[in-house]
Nanobody
Framework: QVQLVESGGGLVQPGESLRLSCVASGNFFDIKVMRWYRQAPGKEREWVATVTSDRTTNYADSVNGRFTISRDNAKRMSTMYLQMESLKPEDAAVYYC???????????????WGQGTLVTVPS
């Protein structure tokens, strides 16, 4: 079984920084892609950033240049980070970790979500 556990959320003032972590652990063969999404109250969940297994990254326009996604891989564990700089009130949301993984080499890719971590940036 594979688990995604996020951490690092909290209350920060506008302009401050925060780093989120997402640990993927368990019995998997490969994690192809890891992503961060966020959902603000009353809004739909939106994609924030992606990092692939070869560490290629992509960002939503709203965070490009302020957020940095990265990833460390180990046997049966992969950790993804989101370094958030110059935070704005509009960045306040629950941030979710998402992963596409293979259980074994003959499997098809499966998708998994974490439970979310809350980032609060008061206006």
């Amino acid at each position: 079984q594979v688990q995604l556990v996020e951490s690092g959320g909290g209350l920060v003032q506008p302009g401050e920084s925060l780093r989120l972590s997402c640990v993927a652990s368990g019995n998997f063969f490969d994690i192809k892609v890891m992503r961060w999404y966020r959902q603000a109250p009353g809004k739909e969940r939106e994609w924030v950033a992606t990092v692939t297994s070869d560490r290629t990254t992509n960002y939503a326009d709203s965070v490009n240049g302020r957020f940095t996604i990265s990833r460390d891989n180990a046997k049966r564990m992969s950790t993804m980070y989101l370094q958030m700089e110059s935070l704005k009130p509009e960045d306040a949301a629950v941030y979710y970790c998402n992963a596409e993984y293979l259980y074994d080499p003959f499997d098809t890719y499966r998708e998994l979500w974490g439970q979310g971590t809350l980032v609060t940036v008061p206006s």
